[in-house]
């Protein structure tokens, strides 16, 4: 199946610059949304640490998405490379009489794990004392040529006109798991229970009743804006076609994502002296250019422009937008409160 423009896209833009590492999001997706039997090991939205080997394990490295518009083979990672969820013995724990227990991890084997969400989670990259690293969060960017959506032989996946969400019709699905091969972000996930494809849904029931979705309106940092990207003074259209500081994660991949980024800016590394050089940041622009494309250095050079305007005593929109200083203009339309909501949107 080919993958039609919808009437209106949602699209989303994280700054780096003001992502915690938190996990607030995380945090929020998983007790609204994969809570059910065969989700337990299900993170539709992930914060890694990078660089890093994502969520699945090399997470970038499965193959699926697009090579001079031809379909690239993809794998679906195993259980093992995703991280299942591990279990504890709380008991021996707690219940030690007059001896310290560690709570140690097992997994579904009896052994300890060798792999989970986040195992390599603030290591980063460099050596001392030039060691770095930044969070990069991820949900599914409901790309505008999903490699998924055309690579379903039961046409089970599909976009939802009024904002461009892809979504699963689970009914349809009997589990081939072509899908997740297809993305090569592999945020998609298999629910062994049901035998069915599951995926980040964009929190569409809280949108429809105005309500941001849970990762973003439960940011802390503030790294989140929402819109559509029709509405030219919403911010991601302002931040990734006006001021073209907001980037695709890998648009090398061809599937056109709607999930933009602010890449990270970078002190300057030290030099053999102990000063600081300059000319060389602390992470390394080679690195950020293979995440974000060529024009991660302009962006960059913009960003740390309008800065120094705003040190200098100047105005910058640009940097208004970023510090969002009234959160709700984070959220776009949707600024909702679901308290006042007279049933929760959610479910």
Request: glycine share 10%; with cysteine.
């Amino acid at each position: 199946m080919t993958a039609t423009a919808p009437g209106r896209q949602l699209a989303m833009v994280f700054d780096l610059n003001k992502c915690l590492g938190c996990q607030s999001c995380t945090v929020a997706c998983k007790t609204l949304w994969t809570d059910a039997p065969g989700m337990e090991a299900m993170w539709w939205n992930i914060v890694n640490t990078m660089p890093g080997r994502g969520t699945p394990r090399d997470a970038f490295s499965h193959g699926g998405g697009y090579s001079d518009g031809e379909p690239v083979p993809g794998r679906f990672p195993s259980l093992a490379e995703y991280g299942e969820a591990w279990s504890f013995d709380h008991a021996a724990t707690f219940e030690a009489q007059g001896e310290r227990i560690p709570l140690h991890p097992t997994g579904r084997d009896g052994a300890p794990p060798e792999w989970g969400p986040n195992w390599d989670e603030d290591l980063g990259g460099g050596t001392y004392p030039n060691s770095y690293y930044f969070y990069l969060q991820q949900v599914c960017a409901n790309c505008s040529r999903p490699a998924c959506l055309e690579a379903c032989p039961r046409d089970s996946l599909y976009r939802r006109e009024e904002d461009g969400i892809i979504l699963v019709d689970e009914e349809r699905c009997h589990g081939y798991r072509f899908c997740a091969e297809a993305c090569p972000y592999k945020r998609i996930y298999f629910n062994p229970v049901r035998a069915v494809a599951q995926k980040c849904i964009g929190c569409y029931p809280r949108l429809e009743a105005g309500v941001a979705p849970a990762c973003v309106r439960q940011c802390p940092g503030r790294a989140r804006h929402i819109d559509y990207m029709e509405n030219r003074q919403g911010h991601p259209y302002q931040l990734v076609h006006e001021w073209k500081v907001a980037l695709p994660l890998r648009a090398d991949f061809g599937t056109e994502p709607n999930v933009f980024y602010i890449p990270p800016l970078s002190p300057p590394a030290f030099n053999e002296r102990g000063e600081f050089d300059e000319a060389n940041p602390r992470v390394p622009t080679e690195y950020l250019r293979e995440l974000f494309g060529p024009g991660v250095d302009a962006a960059l050079a913009t960003i740390q422009q309008e800065r120094e305007t705003v040190a200098s005593g100047g105005q910058s929109a640009l940097m208004d937008m970023l510090i969002s200083r009234e959160w709700n203009d984070l959220l776009g339309p949707f600024t909702e409160n679901p308290a006042g909501l007279d049933r929760p949107p959610a479910r």
